[in-house]
C-alpha cells in the first residue's frame, strides 16, 4: 500500500516536471519566509529569557507628573537601590548598572579600547551569565577585581589563562582578572566588554551623585514566592521619604518586568501603551502565516488547475469501487509529501540567505540543528503545512462524480465565484496592502531623512576626549588649526547626535510657578556655532577671549525662546544647578536626538558648567584637502599628543544616518517580504491562468474559426484576471490606510498618507497580473483551433 502510494505520488510529479517544479517552489519560498520570521520572532521574544531568576527580576522606573502628563523613564537615583533593599523586606537584592564606556585596557605593551560597565557586586547572583572561571558570588568583591568576557581575554592574552592577571584601565589603575565570563549571548539588553564594581566608582568620585540625579539604571530581584503587586505597592512612595522635591512633585517609582523589557517599555501618558517592538512582532507574525497562507494558496490554485489531468484517474478509482475516504487520504498525502520536498527546499534557502538576512536584521540568528526540539518543529511545520495546503484539493478532487467525469461534463470554468477566484483575491490583496505599507515606510524614512537638520553636517568630526587629549586640549586645537587641518575646533559633552543630560527646575524671571518643562541640556566651549554651522537669530556664538564671561554664557534654541518667553532674550539670566547664566545668543532648532520627533527647547552652557564634563572634540574639517588628507594629518596630531590611545574619530553625518537605521530595517523587510508575496501570488495567478485556458480551450477554438483575432482573445482571457486583482485592490486599499495610519501615530513628526501611493500601488498589481496571465493567454490565443476542436 505505501509502496503504491509513492509509485503514484513520483509517476504524477514526474510526468508534470514543470507543474511539480512551480509548486515546490512556491511552497518552500513560502515555507522559507514564514521560518526567517519566525527565527526573527523567537529571538525577539527570548530576550533575556536565559536568566534563572527571570520571573523575579524587575526594573525600577519612574513615574512623575509634568506639565501636565505623566512622564515615565528607566533611569533613578544611584541611592535608591540601597534605599530598596533596606526598606522593602520584599526584595532580596538590588543591583545598579553603569552606563556603558569605552576604556583602555593595558597589558605590557598590548593596548585595546573595550566597552564595559560598572556594576553592584550583587550583579551575577541576578544575572545568570555563565562564568567560565572564577566564583560568582566573589568576583566583584574587591574594589580593584575585573571581570573579563571570553573573547576579551583572548584578546588580551591570547591562549595563556587570564585568572589573576593583571590589566591597567585608562593607564591609571592596576585591576586583578577574577573571573572569565562565556560571551555575551546576541538576545540580550546588556552590552559589555568586561565587567568593574561599583565600588571602583565610589573609589574614584568619592560619593554616589543624590536623590536629584536620575541616570542610574537598577534592578531588583523579589524574593521567592513575594507577589509583584505586593513590592510594587510598597515602591511606589519611596522616593519621597527621601527628598522632598520627589514629595512635591508627587513622584511615584514602580518596578516593570524583565519578560517586558524587550518588547514593550513604552510608556505614555496613564500607562504602558501597546507600542514598542510588540507592534512589530505582531505585525511580522502576521505576515509569516500569511506568506504560508499564500504559499499553501498558490498550491490548491496549481493542484486544482490541473483537475482535469487527475479527474478520469478519480473517476475509474470510485468505478473500481475505491471511496471518498481512500481518495481524499491519498491526496492529502502526495500534499504532505510535496510539502516534505518543499521543506527541504525551504531549509536549503534559509541556510543560504541566513548571512544576508542576519545582516540585513543585524542579529546572529541560526538553526539549531542539534535540537530535538527544533526536528520535531520543522516535521509539525512541514504536516501543517501538507494539511493546509492539501485540505482543500483533496476534498474538490475526491468530490468528483464518476459518470461525469468519464463523460467530460463536470467542469464549471465560468461560474461567476469559485474558491479558486476567492483565493487569488486573498492573494492579491495581501500583496497589495504590502505594497502600499512598504510605499508609506520608505516615504516616512525619506521624508525624516530631508528634515532640516539645523547644522551642517558635512565635513564635522569628532573625537572622544580619551587619555591625554583633555590634558592637551589647546595644544592639539592649535595645531589642527594652524596646520590648515580644521576650519574650526570646539569641545562639548556630547556628539551633536546624541543628547546626555536633560532635566527641570530651572528658574527665569516671569516663570509660571507651576512650570516643569523639562530642557535638554548641552555644554560648548567657544566656537560651536562656527563648527556645527549653527544659524543665530540673536546675539552671537561663545567667545572666550573676548569675553571672558561667556564661561557663563548660555546660547538657547528657538523652542527654549517659546518656554522662556522673553521678548529680548539677549542678557536675560537663566538659573539651572546652581549657576545663573546669562544669554548671549539664540539659535534655529536643530535636531539632537530623534528625527521623527518635534524638537525639544535646548539650553547650551558654556564652560563653567560643574554637571556636565567636556567629553568630545568637535572639528570641522578643511573642504580644499581631501578628506584622507585630512584624516592622516589629524592621526599625527592626536597621536603626538595621545600615543597611548587609538586614533577612533567618527563622522556626524555617519552617526545622523544611523538614527534612520531601525526603520531603514523595517523598510526592507517590508519590501522584502512584499516581494516574496508578489512571487508567489503570482505563481497562484498562473496557475488559475492555466486552469482557465484548459478549460476554454474549445471556446477559443470556436471564437477562432468565427474570426476573433488573437489581440480580442488574450484580452477576453486576461480581463477576467484584472477584475480580480482589482476586487483585491479595492480590499487593500482601506485595510492599508489603517494599518499605516495606526502605525505613523508612533512618530510625531510625520508623512501625510497620499492618494498617489494607492494609484500606484493599483497600477503595478494590475500590471504584474497582466504579465502574469499574458503568457497562458497568448499561448492560448495562438493555438490552433484544428487541434482543440478536432474531437468534435
Not at 498550491?299 to 475505491?322: P, Q, Y
Not at 576626549?465 to 590634558?471: A, C, E, N, P, R
Not at 497600477?763 to 484544428?786: C, D, G
Request: charged residues 20%; contains cysteine.
Amino acid at each position: 500500500m505505501i509502496r503504491n502510494f509513492f509509485k503514484v505520488v513520483c509517476r504524477n510529479l514526474l510526468r508534470n516536471k514543470g507543474f511539480s517544479a512551480i509548486n515546490i517552489t512556491g511552497l518552500a519560498v513560502g515555507m522559507a519566509a514564514a521560518i526567517l520570521i519566525l527565527l526573527w520572532i523567537q529571538d525577539e521574544r527570548s530576550y533575556d529569557g536565559f536568566h534563572a531568576n527571570k520571573d523575579r527580576i524587575y526594573e525600577v522606573w519612574n513615574r512623575v507628573p509634568i506639565d501636565g502628563k505623566l512622564s515615565y523613564w528607566n533611569t533613578v537615583s544611584a541611592l535608591t537601590a540601597r534605599a530598596v533593599e533596606k526598606d522593602l523586606p520584599e526584595v532580596e537584592r538590588a543591583v545598579r548598572v553603569g552606563s556603558n564606556n569605552a576604556y583602555l585596557l593595558s597589558v605590557g605593551d598590548k593596548k585595546i579600547i573595550k566597552s564595559g560597565i560598572l556594576v553592584d557586586t550583587g550583579f551575577f547572583q541576578m544575572f545568570s551569565f555563565p562564568m567560565l572561571k572564577g566564583d560568582p558570588a566573589t568576583a566583584l568583591n574587591d574594589v580593584h577585581s575585573v571581570v573579563l568576557t571570553e573573547k576579551t581575554a583572548k584578546s588580551l592574552f591570547g591562549s595563556e589563562d587570564a585568572m589573576g592577571k593583571i590589566i591597567k584601565i585608562e593607564n591609571k589603575d592596576n585591576f586583578t582578572v577574577t573571573g572569565i565570563l562565556k560571551d555575551l549571548p546576541g538576545n540580550t539588553r546588556f552590552d559589555f566588554e568586561y565587567l568593574l564594581p561599583w565600588s571602583y566608582l565610589k573609589y574614584r568620585e568619592g560619593t554616589d551623585l543624590g536623590w536629584s540625579d536620575n541616570s542610574t539604571p537598577t534592578y531588583v530581584l523579589l524574593k521567592p514566592n513575594v507577589s509583584y503587586a505586593a513590592a510594587a505597592a510598597k515602591i511606589k512612595d519611596l522616593k519621597q521619604h527621601y527628598s522632598d522635591e520627589a514629595k512635591t512633585m508627587k513622584w511615584e517609582l514602580f518596578i516593570y518586568p524583565l519578560e517586558r523589557w524587550r518588547l514593550y517599555s513604552s510608556f505614555s501618558d496613564g500607562g504602558e501603551d501597546n507600542g514598542g517592538r510588540s507592534t512589530f512582532v505582531k505585525i511580522f507574525s502576521i505576515i509569516a502565516g500569511l506568506i504560508l497562507l499564500i504559499a499553501c494558496i498558490n498550491f490548491m490554485n496549481l493542484s486544482t488547475a490541473r483537475s482535469e489531468k487527475r479527474a478520469k484517474e478519480v473517476g475509474i478509482r470510485k468505478v473500481v469501487g475505491a471511496q471518498k475516504s481512500s481518495l481524499i487520504s491519498q491526496f492529502i498525502g502526495e500534499s504532505v509529501f510535496i510539502a516534505f520536498l518543499a521543506g527541504i527546499v525551504a531549509i536549503l534557502i534559509v541556510q543560504i540567505s541566513l548571512p544576508f538576512y542576519n545582516q540585513l536584521t543585524d542579529k546572529k540568528l541560526f538553526i539549531d540543528f542539534g535540537n530535538i526540539y527544533t526536528w520535531i518543529g520543522f516535521i509539525g511545520f512541514i504536516l501543517f503545512t501538507g494539511l493546509l495546503a492539501g485540505s482543500y484539493p483533496a476534498f474538490f478532487l475526491s468530490s468528483f462524480q464518476p459518470v461525469k467525469v468519464l463523460k467530460g461534463t463536470f467542469k464549471k470554468a465560468n461560474a461567476l465565484v469559485t474558491p479558486r477566484k476567492i483565493l487569488v483575491v486573498l492573494q492579491f490583496t495581501f500583496a497589495t496592502v504590502l505594497i502600499i505599507c512598504t510605499i508609506i515606510v520608505k516615504q516616512q524614512i525619506d521624508y525624516a531623512r530631508d528634515r532640516e537638520t539645523g547644522y551642517n553636517k558635512d565635513n564635522l568630526v569628532y573625537h572622544f576626549m580619551t587619555g591625554d587629549i583633555s590634558k592637551n586640549y589647546a595644544l592639539i586645537k592649535n595645531e589642527l588649526l594652524e596646520s590648515g587641518i580644521a576650519k574650526s575646533v570646539t569641545r562639548t559633552n556630547s556628539p551633536l547626535t546624541e543628547r546626555w543630560s536633560n532635566g527641570w527646575g530651572q528658574d527665569w524671571q516671569g516663570k509660571d510657578p507651576n512650570d516643569k518643562t523639562s530642557f535638554d541640556r548641552y555644554l560648548a566651549d567657544e566656537g560651536l556655532g562656527a563648527t556645527a554651522g549653527l544659524q543665530f537669530i540673536e546675539g552671537r556664538d561663545f567667545d572666550l577671549k573676548k569675553f571672558p564671561t561667556d564661561s557663563t554664557g548660555l546660547i538657547v534654541n528657538e523652542s527654549s525662546l517659546k518656554v522662556l518667553k522673553f521678548k529680548d532674550p539677549i542678557g536675560k539670566v537663566v538659573s539651572d544647578l546652581g549657576i545663573d547664566w546669562h544669554i548671549v545668543g539664540v539659535i534655529k532648532d536643530f535636531i539632537l536626538t530623534s528625527p521623527y520627533e518635534p524638537t525639544r527647547p535646548i539650553l547650551i552652557c558654556g564652560a563653567k558648567s560643574t554637571f556636565m564634563n567636556f567629553q568630545v572634540v568637535q572639528m570641522k574639517l578643511n573642504g580644499d584637502h581631501s578628506t584622507a588628507q585630512n584624516l592622516k594629518k589629524m592621526e599625527a596630531i592626536f597621536s603626538k599628543y595621545n600615543p597611548d590611545y587609538p586614533f577612533e574619530y567618527k563622522f556626524v553625518d555617519e552617526a545622523y544616518a544611523k538614527k534612520f537605521d531601525n526603520e531603514q530595517r523595517q523598510g526592507t523587510l517590508a519590501a522584502l517580504f512584499a516581494g516574496l508575496t508578489i512571487f508567489i501570488s503570482c505563481l497562484g495567478l498562473f496557475g488559475l491562468a492555466t486552469y482557465m485556458a484548459e478549460s476554454r480551450i474549445k471556446e477559443v477554438g470556436v471564437r477562432k474559426v468565427l474570426g476573433a483575432s488573437v489581440t480580442g482573445i488574450t484580452t477576453s482571457l486576461a480581463k477576467d484576471f484584472v477584475k480580480l486583482v482589482i476586487i483585491s485592490f479595492v480590499i487593500a486599499a482601506p485595510l492599508s490606510y489603517w494599518s499605516m495610519y495606526k502605525w505613523l501615530q508612533y512618530y510625531e513628526y510625520r508623512v501625510p498618507i497620499h492618494w498617489w501611493v494607492f494609484a500606484l500601488a493599483c497600477i503595478l498589481s494590475v500590471a504584474i497580473a497582466i504579465v502574469t496571465v499574458s503568457y497562458q493567454a497568448i499561448k492560448a490565443a495562438l493555438m490552433n483551433p484544428v487541434i482543440s476542436l478536432r474531437k468534435e
